[in-house]
């Protein structure tokens, strides 16, 4: 495939909503398309899209193809892999972004295998640079990086040989900036050539369980570790994080260990989170805790142990036991408030 100057995004919609993680990677695809020299386009699929097209636009695509079909409204496999795929052969992008959701995990692979093309799962970070095999030198490739072994190593991975270059980006690892309402992007309108064959999936019913943590949104969260030993302990995290309005995280240990429910845990396997504030407390700092906040604007933590790693990161630390710390950084800040 011969290829224009352009790195893709595929814009997932939900309910006619477009989904965080594809403005976070219309953000990335902008930063990597300056570094390329290139354009930014998008792929949005669904139904009374325009006031949404708009605002992917404001975000800093070029040029958004938008397909409006009634059939669309909701992702089913083959029509979605089919509309997508023939955009892609059409405008050949040297790039194309998922997000890692669930919808993008499907549809990645179905292009990949499709187009005959790499595709890396997963991805925490978007590089561009060089890369040599014998004497062949490939410049300006795409860095593909995300943990492996377990999260023991950071591999990047890099498919230069053929084109177009493809990767799922996890939710919340890229950064969002301000959109610009005066962005000049184009929107081109396409018709999907799709057959009634084609939907062989029916939606016969959609039940969504509303997300009771927000810990994406959060801009204060306190998270709790193995340290914190027993789920009655685990109140003193719960008071803490009321009394300053924030979010209840976990380690993946005390999630295990039963002190708190699954999707309060942050890292590699669970949430990754940017809060403003960040607060630690009987967390040790293993790599996979780390990846998924190490991003926070203000790390406080707490320990007994005065070479606990999560110290390396942490903007303020306090040695000692959480039982006795936090009641009284409860009662400090009650005090001020
Ligand atoms: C593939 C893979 C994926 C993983 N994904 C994740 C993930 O998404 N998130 C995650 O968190 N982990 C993840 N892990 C697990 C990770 O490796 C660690 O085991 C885990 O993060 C440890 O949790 P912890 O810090 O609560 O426990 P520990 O490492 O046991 O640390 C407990 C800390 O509490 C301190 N402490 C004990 N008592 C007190 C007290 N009274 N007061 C103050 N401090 C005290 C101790 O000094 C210690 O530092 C993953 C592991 C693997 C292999």
Redesign the pocket.
């Known amino acids: 495939m011969s290829t224009k100057n352009t790195v893709m995004v595929f814009i997932q919609q939900d309910d006619g909503i477009v989904a965080d993680v594809s403005l976070e990677l219309v953000c990335k695809a902008k930063e990597l398309a300056g570094e390329l020299g290139a354009k930014v386009s998008a792929i949005l699929a669904g139904d009374k899209l325009d006031a949404e097209a708009k605002r992917v636009i404001s975000y800093g695509v070029d040029e958004l193809f938008l397909v409006e079909d009634k059939r669309l409204a909701h992702y089913t496999p083959v029509p979605y892999t089919k509309v997508v795929r023939d955009i892609i052969v059409a405008q050949q992008p040297q790039i194309v972004l998922y997000g890692a959701t669930t919808t993008g995990r499907d549809l990645g692979p179905r292009i990949a295998s499709n187009l005959k093309v790499g595709l890396t799962a997963d991805c925490t970070d978007l590089q561009i640079g060089d890369h040599k095999i014998k004497e062949q030198l490939y410049k300006n490739i795409l860095y593909q990086i995300r943990p492996a072994f377990?999260?023991n190593i950071i591999a990047t991975i890099v498919s230069p040989e053929k084109l177009p270059q493809m990767a799922t980006v996890r939710e919340g690892v890229m950064k969002i900036v301000e959109p610009d309402a005066s962005y000049k992007g184009k929107i081109t309108k396409v018709d999907p050539k799709l057959e009634d064959g084609d939907f062989l999936t029916e939606i016969i019913k959609r039940v969504r369980e509303e997300k009771r943590v927000n810990l994406k949104g959060a801009q204060i969260i306190v998270s709790g570790?193995?340290?914190v030993?027993t789920r009655a302990n685990f109140k003193l995290i719960e008071e803490l994080a009321h009394v300053l309005g924030g979010e209840i995280g976990a380690?993946?240990?005390?999630v295990d260990a039963g002190l708190v429910s699954q999707p309060h845990?942050?890292?590699?396997?669970?949430t990754t989170v940017r809060p403003r504030l960040y607060i630690a407390?009987?967390?040790?700092?293993?790599?996979?805790?780390r990846?998924?906040m190490a991003e926070s604007s203000k790390i406080i933590a707490?320990?007994?142990?005065p070479d606990?790693p999560?110290f390396q990161i942490a903007h303020y630390g306090i040695v000692?036991?959480?039982?006795e710390i936090i009641p009284q950084f409860i009662k400090a800040y009650k005090a001020k408030a």
Do not use: F
């Open positions: 377990g999260g570790g193995i340290g030993e380690s993946r240990a005390a845990q942050v890292g590699q396997t669970g407390c009987g967390i040790s700092g293993s790599i996979q805790h990846a998924g707490i320990n007994s142990d606990a999560i000692g036991d959480l039982k």
